[in-house]
């Protein structure tokens, strides 16, 4: 049974980021949901599959579940706030250096048989 709040801590962890990344909705109000779905999950956790008290269920809920959270949402709303904006297009610059070197070996192969 531990397995599967587990699983439901790693799935709403997950579905945190994609939505905060996303913009799903407000950062705060999302972000409330998930910390509060992911202490839930591992107070859950800890009770039915750890021999611990309700106080120590709820202290491990807090530091790992909010704990984790926070972190997800800190590293969401970094990639969000660095993706381009939408109509950008990227451009890589290895394309002409290569055609660079590509003309330059050329070049140089012409002088030695001259």
Known sequence: ??????????????????????????????????????????????????????AQALFAGVVVGVGFAVFVIIIARFFRANQPPPGVTLVSHTQPLAQETHDERRDADRQETE
Do not use: H, K, N, Q
């Open 1 to 54: 049974m531990g397995v599967v709040f587990l699983a439901l801590f790693a799935i709403t962890l997950f579905v945190l980021y994609i939505a905060i990344r996303r913009g799903w909705g407000d950062t705060l109000t999302t972000g409330g949901i998930g910390a509060i779905l992911s202490l839930l999950w591992v107070v859950l956790y800890a009770l039915l599959v750890e021999e611990t008290s309700v």
